[in-house]
């Protein structure tokens, strides 16, 4: 069984920054694509942005606008996203997921973490 465990999410003002990381097995790290996605109350669940397992090829939703980077830290077999200027209508719950190809579909992603609240406030 493959464990995703997140952190660094919280309540920060709109235009603030905050980092999630996302921490798995090495077997986990150097097999699967990594990601996230988030949920916001009442919405589908979407996706963020994932990293395939080597690290060359990274995936971004369109909307993130440059706001969002995702990076790999091989050595703690942990993934951050990076999200600045942080807008009202980012306020969800964050989840990591890993899977066996680096898709933007949920439906690809095999494992899944608890989730962390990010909330934007005006």
């Known amino acids: 069984q493959v464990q995703l465990v997140e952190s660094g999410g919280g309540l920060v003002q709109a235009g603030g920054s905050l980092r999630l990381s996302c921490t798995t097995s090495?077997?986990?790290?150097?097999?699967?694509?990594m990601g996230w996605f988030r949920q916001a109350p009442g919405k589908q669940r979407e996706f963020v942005a994932a990293?395939?397992?080597?690290?060359?090829?990274?995936y971004y939703e369109n909307t993130i606008e440059d706001r969002f980077t995702l990076s790999r830290e091989g050595t703690k077999n942990t993934i951050h996203l990076q999200m600045n200027n942080l807008r009202p209508e980012d306020t969800a719950v964050y989840y990591c997921?890993?899977?066996?190809?680096?898709?933007?579909?949920?439906?690809?992603?095999?494992?899944w973490g608890q989730g962390t609240q990010v909330t934007v406030s005006r």
């Open positions: 090495e077997r986990a790290f150097n097999r699967y694509a």
């Open positions: 990293v395939s397992w080597s690290g060359g090829s990274t």
């Open positions: 997921a890993a899977g066996p190809a680096l898709d933007n579909s949920d439906l690809t992603y095999e494992y």
